[in-house]
């Protein structure tokens, strides 16, 4: 089994902004992620009939069926706040979905990757298999799922200095000493389905991605 990219990576965007994806204002979806690099889990089968033909060399051989599974999401659990120096926690984000099929999930809201296996190619013990995942979608705003996103929930400055800053709406304000770009963390594991006589006895490929 071969995994690509063979270590995880910030994943790059088609659009204008390809270190990431817009968030979209209000109910507007023209803001869209859509991964330009290459993700793919390939099964090698090279057993082809030898000798007497007893098993695995007598030819009849097939693919058990590459797979990727999103297994962990996460966003930033916690940063300091730069105008009370004090540590918020973020939330929002929803379950892994943890699949052992092809299909498509949600990373984050109206993101999602789409796990495709293509048609195995082996015969006579030879041939492969390849899976692949991509991911789009345009990104919803982060008021709507990232709590706390608003500084609503606490008071603010009377002259409105720290307006935008006292909680997690000032993440991104690198000039107030927010931490910068907001990142979704996700863990992709690679793996072969179970062979017809028990499971597969490789060990998985996890690698973590950034959006």
Do not use: H
Request: charged letters at 10%; one cysteine or more; glycine letters at 12%.
């Amino acid at each position: 089994m071969v995994a690509v990219p063979a270590a995880g990576l910030t994943l790059t965007n088609a659009g204008a902004k390809t270190a990431g994806g817009m968030e979209n204002i209000g109910a507007a979806t023209s803001s869209t992620f859509t991964m330009t690099d290459i993700i793919t889990c390939t099964e090698t089968v090279s057993v082809p009939y030898a000798g007497l033909g007893a098993p695995p060399y007598d030819g009849l051989e097939t693919a058990a069926g590459p797979m990727i599974s999103i297994t962990n999401i996460s966003i930033p659990s916690s940063w300091t706040v730069p105008a009370t120096s004090k540590s918020e926690s973020l939330s929002g984000i929803g379950s892994a979905a943890n699949n052992t099929s092809a299909g498509t999930f949600t990373i984050f809201p109206n993101v999602k990757i789409t796990v495709t296996q293509g048609a195995s190619t082996v015969s006579g013990g030879v041939g492969a298999q390849v899976t692949t995942a991509t991911i789009t979608g345009p990104v919803t705003e982060l008021d709507d799922w990232v709590v706390p996103w608003s500084p609503v929930d606490s008071t603010p400055n009377f002259d409105g200095s720290d307006f935008g800053l006292a909680r997690s709406s000032g993440y991104g304000n690198t000039a107030k000493g927010g931490p910068g770009i907001f990142y979704i963390t996700f863990t992709l594991k690679f793996f072969l389905a179970a062979f017809s006589d028990g499971p597969w006895p490789g060990s998985p490929t996890e690698l973590d991605f950034k959006i």
